[in-house]
């Protein structure tokens, strides 16, 4: 009797067939386009913020008075600022609170757009347009206006302050982006049976919920450091966040308008340059998890 072949795949086709993506194929889909080199950057720029003070020559805070408005050399990897203040130990000193603010204030902006848009996806129509609504009418208004108001509001001109004033006024569009998921997956049967075995509100948000949006929002959260970041500087450099005691890379180009009469070049060009670099790799990596979730959903 001749042996019948093995048919280990069978394909499935249909009006509402949707392919399956093996692991072997979504671990390709997820390396391809890996941004590399700003991830190296970024990690570069990590660990000399996290251990600025193996690289430190001087105290970032320290005033050399006789050796105001240095150029780079002699001593001053970077040179001096208008202060006195060696750049180079600034750039690294500093650099970790901008990514403090960063991150912080994105953590506070997620949990509040988390919570948020769950309840507005898990509410009724009438309540889900009115929270709709309100967020879309913050939304409206300039984010540097919101801070700027809240700032005045709060009077909180420190690291800690600025951090979770740009959080509070930032989640509305992470929020948006929660509350259409959640109205996709509320109707499941997992979530359905933990609310009917008893499931509170945050049982049902952080074991059920939030591990099947995470992904959707993920490139959300790492932009919105980028734009965390972006704030803080926009402050400082108009003279409206940090005070100039306070080292961040915002707070150093504060100093451009006495840079530009002194000709000193250095003070706006290498805060900058680190800024814009930090923010290119951020961009990077969130654009990369943008195209992998939106490659995913497609071959799903």
């Known amino acids: 009797m001749q042996d019948r072949p093995v048919i280990d795949d069978f394909e499935i086709v249909g009006e509402n067939y949707r392919p399956t993506v093996r692991a072997s194929e979504k671990k390709k889909l997820i ?3 890996f941004p590399l080199f700003s991830a190296i950057v970024l990690l570069l720029i990590l660990f000399g913020c996290l251990f600025c003070e193996l690289i ?25 600022d208008t202060l006195g203040r060696d750049i180079w130990s600034m750039i690294w000193y500093g650099g970790r609170k901008s990514l403090f603010i960063g991150i912080l204030s994105t953590v506070i902006s997620s949990f509040i757009a988390i ?14 347009n009115i929270l709709m609504r309100f967020t879309e009418i913050l939304l409206s208004i300039p984010s540097i206006l919101l801070i700027v108001f809240m700032q005045a509001a ?20 992470i929020a948006k982006m929660v509350r259409s998921e959640v109205r996709k997956i509320r109707s499941e049967d997992y979530v359905l049976i933990s609310k009917m075995m008893g499931g509170g509100f945050m049982h049902v948000l952080f ?9 959707s929002i993920m490139f959300m959260i790492v932009m919105s450091i980028r734009s965390a970041i972006i704030s803080e500087s926009t402050l400082s450099f108009l003279g409206i966040g ?12 504060s100093l451009s308008e006495k840079a530009l009469l002194t000709g000193s070049w250095w003070i706006i060009l290498i805060p900058g ?27 799903l």
């Open 273 to 299: 340059v680190f800024l814009v670099v930090t923010l290119l790799c951020i961009t990077d990596l969130g654009n990369y998890l943008r195209g992998s979730y939106n490659s995913s959903e497609g071959n």
């Open 56 to 80: 430190m020559p001087y105290d970032p805070a320290r005033m050399l008075l006789d050796e105001v408005n240095r150029a780079p050399g002699g001593g001053h990897f970077f040179g001096t």
């Open 207 to 215: 074991k059920h919920l939030v591990p099947n949006f995470m992904s």
């Open 115 to 128: 919570v948020y848009g769950t309840i507005s996806g898990l509410s009724g129509d009438t309540l889900d």
């Open 31 to 33: 390396s391809k386009g």
């Open 242 to 253: 940090l005070p100039v005691e306070i080292i961040t890379w915002g707070s150093m180009l």
């Open 154 to 173: 709060l009077g909180q001109r420190n690291v800690l302050g600025i951090s979770v004033i740009i959080g509070i006024t930032g989640w509305m569009g």
